[in-house]
C-alpha cells in the first residue's frame, strides 16, 4: 500500500486583502528530487492560471485561489487548482485547472496517459456524456454534444475518472462546471495496465 502524501497549504503575499491566493506543497516525500518535481509542476500551472486571470492586471478587483485534493492514495496524486477573479461586469470567471501524479515517480498524467496505445478513448468517453447529457437534461451552448478535447480536463477521485468541462465550453454560465463521473469498471476495457486507472482498482 502506498501511503498519502503530506500537504502543506501556503499562502502567496499581496498587499491587497481582496486577493488571497492559496495553493497546496507536497511535503515529507522520501525522494526530494521527486516532491521538486511534483511542486514545479503545480507552481507551474497555478502561475499559468493567474496569468489567464489577470493577477498581475493592475485593473484586477478580486482574486481567490483555493485548492481540493480529489485523491490521495495508492501511489496517485489528484488535485484541483480553482482560481477565481473579478474585473468588472455582470460577475466574475472561474477557472479550474486538475493535475494527476504518480508519486512513485514524480509523472504528470494527460488523459490520453491514462489509457492503452492505439484506443479510441476519445469516443468512448464521449459516448458515455453524450448519454449522461441527455439523461440529467443539461443545457448546451452548442447542442448536440459531439466529443471531448483529446486532452479533456479531468481528475481522479477514487474509483471514478472525473471529466469535466470550463465554464462556457458547451453550457451557460448558469449551470457552472459540468462534472461527468466515469466509473473505472465502466472504461477497464482500455485502460492502460499498471496505469493510474489500473492501480485505483487494484485494491477493489
Do not use: C, G, S, T
Given at each position: 500500500m502506498d501511503f498519502p502524501v503530506s500537504i502543506l497549504t501556503k499562502k502567496l503575499p499581496h498587499s491587497s486583502p481582496k486577493i488571497n491566493v492559496y495553493y497546496p506543497v507536497v511535503t515529507q516525500m522520501k525522494d526530494a528530487l521527486i516532491q521538486r518535481k511534483i511542486n514545479s509542476a503545480i507552481i507551474r500551472t497555478l502561475n499559468?492560471?493567474?496569468?489567464?486571470?489577470?493577477?498581475?492586471?493592475?485593473?484586477?478587483?478580486e482574486l481567490l485561489a483555493n485548492f481540493e485534493i480529489k485523491n490521495n492514495q495508492r501511489g496517485i496524486l489528484s488535485l484541483n487548482l480553482i482560481v477565481y477573479s473579478f474585473t468588472g461586469g455582470a460577475h466574475g470567471h472561474t477557472i479550474i485547472k486538475s493535475l494527476t501524479f504518480d508519486t512513485k515517480t514524480g509523472k504528470q498524467y494527460a488523459l490520453k496517459d491514462l489509457f492503452q496505445p492505439g484506443s479510441d478513448y476519445v469516443k468512448k468517453l464521449s459516448d458515455i456524456i453524450r448519454i449522461d447529457i441527455t439523461k440529467w437534461d443539461i443545457q448546451l451552448l452548442d447542442p448536440p454534444f459531439t466529443i471531448i478535447r483529446p486532452d479533456q480536463d479531468f481528475y481522479i477521485a477514487d474509483t471514478s475518472l472525473i471529466i469535466y468541462f470550463q465554464l462556457y465550453e458547451i453550457t451557460p454560465y448558469a449551470w457552472g462546471f459540468p462534472y461527468f463521473p466515469i466509473p473505472i469498471l465502466d472504461i477497464a476495457d482500455i485502460i492502460l495496465p499498471q496505469g493510474p486507472l489500473d492501480q485505483m482498482m487494484a485494491f477493489t
Open positions: 499559468e492560471v493567474l496569468v489567464d486571470q489577470q493577477f498581475y492586471n493592475p485593473v484586477l478587483v
